[in-house]
Nanobody
Framework: QVHLVESGGGSVQAGDSLRLSCAASGRALSNYVVGWFRQAPGKEREFVAAINWNGLRTYSANSVKGRFTISRDNAKDTVYLQMNSLKPEDTAVYYC???????????????WGQGTQVTVPS
């Protein structure tokens, strides 16, 4: 199995950028589809973006399309989420997850990181 650790979260002003990283250990991350999800206080976990094993297929939620970009570096066993033009509604705990299918629901992913907090004050 694979162990995932997110990093790069923080508190930034609206309009700023952050890059989240999801580093893997154990089994090589290249074996997996990786997704980013987020959960705001009092809300359900929602899909943000996904990337297939070789990085040639990506998909993002409409709420972040054009602002967030998912990418991966399999040589470093790391997936990234570049977040630009951040808004207060992007405030959430962000999780990366690994699975075997290119899907956009949390049930499709087997392995999860512990999450990293992103805060964009209004």
């Amino acid at each position: 199995q694979v162990h995932l650790v997110e990093s790069g979260g923080g508190s930034v002003q609206a309009g700023d950028s952050l890059r989240l990283s999801c580093a893997a250990s154990g089994r090589a991350l290249s074996n997996y589809v990786v997704g980013w999800f987020r959960q705001a206080p009092g809300k359900e976990r929602e899909f943000v973006a996904a990337i297939n094993w070789n990085g040639l297929r990506t998909y993002s939620a409409n709420s972040v399309k054009g602002r967030f970009t998912i990418s991966r570096d399999n040589a470093k066993d790391t997936v990234y989420l570049q977040m630009n033009s951040l808004k207060p509604e992007d405030t959430a705990v962000y999780y990366c997850a690994a699975g075997f299918a290119f899907v956009f629901t949390s049930r499709g992913y087997e392995f999860w990181g512990q999450g990293t907090q992103v805060t964009v004050p209004s």
